[in-house]
Structure formats: C-alpha cells, structure tokens
C-alpha cells in the first residue's frame, strides 16, 4: 500500500468533494458547497447550500476523540448542522443524500493509507485571515421578487416568489445574520432578486446594525426606492457606513427601459435617485450598469450624469451564470474588443477593469494610462466574490487562457474567460503581450505585484505530521 501525504487544507477536502459538488460545478438546485474555509489547523468548513436559501454546515475535523459525527472515515470525523428549521436533517430529503453523497467521497479520499500533513499555525496568518473575514462583506442574500425583466438577467427563475412576511421567514433570515456575525463578519452585501421587496428589511437590517454589522451594501433594482414610505424607513435601518446599488442602464428612458423591458423603470429609478439626492444620500449611491448591445453607445452619458450627481459609477460585463438560461448571455454580450473600441473613445476615455491587458492595450489611446484589472474571472456582478473564497454557485464556467504561459501581463490578469464567452466569440483576441507592448504604467503595477508576492511568500508554513 502507498502512502499518501496531503495537507489538510481546504483545497485537499474540495478536490475531494464530488466534482458536482464543487463550487460551479453543480446542477441549479442541487446542493453544493458554497463557501469553504479553514477554521483551525484540524478542521475544515464547507458550507453546503442549494441556491434557495438552505444551507447545511459540514465540519470535518482531523480524528477528535468524543467528537459527534455523522460520518467517519479513516482520519475524519464529519459533523453537519443544518441552518434552518427544527436543525434535524430527514431521512431521505436533498441534504440528507448530499451529506451521503460527500461522506462518501471524504471515505473514497481518505484510506487507511493517507498521511495529513497539518499545517503549523502562523500567529500573523491567522490575525490576518478573522481581519478579512471581517472586513471582506459576506452576503445575505433576502430573495424577494423582482418586477424588472432585464434582458441580460441569466438568473434560471427571473422574477421569483415573494419573500412572506411570516415569523418563519423572518427568524431564518435573522439566523444567517447572527451565523455570519459569529464568524466574525462586520460587513454585508445583502443581495438577492430584490431584497427592498421583502415587507421586513428595515426590521432585518436594524437586527443586522444591534447585531454589530457595520457596513452594509443593499443590491436592488431600485424602482421601489421611489416609493419614500419604502425608502425612509431603510434608511433609517441602515448602519452609517452604507452604500445602495442601483441599476442605471441608460442615460435615455427609451435605452433604460429596452434593457430592464419595463416601460417607466427609467422614470422610477430616477425618483428614487432624486429622494436620495434630497435625503443628503448622494454619496451612499453606486450606479451600476450592465454593459450590453443595448447601451454601450450610452455608457460614456451615464458615467458623466453618475459624475454631475456626485455618485459612484460601476460599469461591468454582463455575464453568464452557472444553471442560468445561456440564451439571455448570447443574445447582449458583446465582443471585447467592440466593448474597448466604444470605451477608448469616450472623452476621457472609460477603463473597465473585466476587459483583460491584451484587449485594453490594444487601444492605443489608453495603452499608456494607469490600469489595474480585475484578479478574478470576469465578475458575476451582484455575486462577484473575493479571491479567498471558492466561486459561488452564480458563477459560470471559465476556461484558462491558453496564452497565458507567455503574456507579460498574466501576472495581473485573471488569464481566465467564460466558456459561454468563447464559445460565443472564440479565442482570437486574446493574443499573449510581449514586455514590449506593455506601457510603464502596466509595468510597474506588474513589478509591485510581483514584489508583493514575493513578500506574501516569505515566511510560508512548515507542517507538521499527525
Ligand atoms: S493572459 Fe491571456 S487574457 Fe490575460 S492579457 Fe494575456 S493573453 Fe490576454
């Protein structure tokens, strides 16, 4: 028998988990791990959830003696704790046969003959990883329904249920808030078709400010904000370090409303910009608008209005989500480098950081400007998740870049693309850069990339045996 040496780590037990249970990987519906992290050097947790709302917590611990379980394999001790209803998982239902499913992948990965390595506790790593569990916002997703039919909206049940305004609803919502603050979370993005819709926000986001929750993006699409009996009482809810993200797709009714394909939505966002404007709010707003054939000839008109009112403004991508309906993506995504040709021209010109080094360079009039570019895989927008944690079941399939083993600008590249995206547009764009194409600006961001890598590596953890 050979032996197998692994660290236990977080990456070993998701390579482990059934590939269709991996982040991304999965059915719409089906539970999948959501979020995964580390929680001590003999314990793993992976957050199983099925994107409606149901979560089960399944904590694998290197063998603990008296620990409860449900599953035990060679070396693991595995526990779950369901995060809604009476905490008892039934016989028979989804998240009994994919904690099943899971045990059995954990027993088929860990033999008689596999070696853990831990890893040794690096005091700093673990200040520095409760500090960006803290200050990174999780979210709380309030899926209440969305009146808008946004033809770029891949979500696989646009439009959605009612959140009801019940008990039972509104203590499971309050539960996430305090699962979330018990991992030492200070900040949310409370997202979800749209959460203004659910009749008890404010009362969830005043238990969310007592429970110490100190910044708090609220995602919507804003028509109901124009309403001051709905808008009042949510701000006053809101902790003083917020910020509300509303859809602007148009700088014209007739583009905003071909994009959300609701006559009047241009007209009612704007009210609830203007009551925002009145309620001395400007400053909490961030414009968000959905690049599409629709309105890429608009952008250049909505950055400057978003400018006039003293608002941030957050262009990006459309994308393609995992289980979602890839006819809505083909239909409004547009080639990049039609996407850059509009963005170069605009006066000054527009930087979006989801269009990669070699199709933004390719302009020669922002070839010399300051860059950054997104380290992630192009961003799912409202479920854009930070680079510590798996991919959430939103996000859609990506494919490496095939030059990145060549491109001077890998190194800040998410060298990365949707497969919705290739299979629509191919690869010809994507064409490996040669120092040489490179302007200082991106060269020096390169070289303090590098040196901060360099330092990020220094130090790195012995382990250990068990
Ligand atoms: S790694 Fe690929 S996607 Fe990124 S800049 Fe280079 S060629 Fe473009």
């Given at each position: ?30 539970f ?15 957050e199983l959830g099925n994107?409606t709302g149901d979560y089960v917590s399944v ?11 449900f ?9 779950h704790h369901p995060r809604r209803g009476d905490g008892r998982v039934d016989r028979g239902s989804a998240e009994a046969r994919a904690l ?41 997703t ?21 959140l009801r305004?019940d008990d039972a609803t509104f203590t499971a919502l309050q539960a996430e808030v305090d699962r ?287």
């Open positions: 028998m050979t032996e197998q040496a692994r660290v236990f780590d977080t990456t070993a037990i998701l390579n482990a988990c059934p590939a269709d249970m991996r982040p991304g990987g999965h059915a719409a519906g089906a999948a791990v959501q979020d995964a992290w580390q929680r001590g050097p003999t314990e793993i947790v992976l994107g904590h694998v611990h290197l063998r603990e003696a008296g620990a409860q379980r599953r035990r394999t060679a070396h693991l001790d595995i526990c099943e499913q899971l045990g059995d992948a954990l027993e088929r990965a860990d033999g008689p003959e596999q070696r853990w390595l831990v890893p040794e506790p690096q005091p700093q790593q673990a200040r520095k990883s409760r500090k960006q569990t803290q200050h990174a916002p999780q979210y709380l309030v899926d209440a329904a969305c009146r808008l039919h946004c033809v770029f909206c891949t979500l696989a049940t646009a439009g959605g249920p009612d305004a979330l603050v018990g991992r030492g979370v200070q900040s949310l993005y409370v997202d979800g078709r749209d959460p203004v819709a659910y009749p008890r926000l404010a009362a969830l986001l005043d238990h969310a400010r007592a429970r110490g929750i100190a910044d708090v993006h609220l995602l919507t699409p804003g028509t109901r904000l124009a309403d001051p009996e709905v808008l009042d009482p949510i701000l006053r809810a809101l902790p003083p370090r917020h910020w509300l993200h509303l859809p602007l797709y148009g700088a014209t009714a007739a583009v905003h409303d071909a994009v959300t394909g609701v006559p009047g939505s241009h007209a009612a966002v704007l009210r609830a910009l203007e009551l925002l404007r009145e309620r001395r709010a400007a400053a909490h707003v961030v414009l968000v608008s959905v690049v599409t054939r629709q309105n890429l000839h608009e952008l250049a008109q909505i950055r400057d209005e978003a400018a006039r009112a003293g608002m941030t403004w957050r262009p990006h991508l459309v994308y393609p989500m995992a289980g979602g309906r890839r006819q809505q993506y083909r239909d409004v995504a547009v080639r990049l480098t039609d996407v850059q040709a509009t963005l170069a021209t605009a006066s000054p010109p527009i930087h979006l950081p989801e269009v990669p080094p070699c199709v933004a360079l390719s302009s020669p009039r922002v070839a010399r400007r300051a860059m950054t570019w997104n380290k992630l895989p192009t961003l799912p927008g409202a479920t854009a998740r930070d680079g510590a944690t798996p991919a959430s079941s939103a996000n859609a399939a990506v494919l490496p870049c095939p030059a990145r083993g060549t491109c001077a600008a890998a190194v800040v590249c998410p060298a990365a693309v949707y497969a919705d995206y290739i299979d629509l547009f191919g690869w010809a764009e994507f064409q490996a850069l040669r120092p040489s194409d490179l302007g200082v600006a991106t060269r020096v961001a390169i070289a303090a990339h590098r040196i901060a890598q360099a330092f990020a590596s220094t130090g790195a953890g012995e382990t250990h045996t068990r």
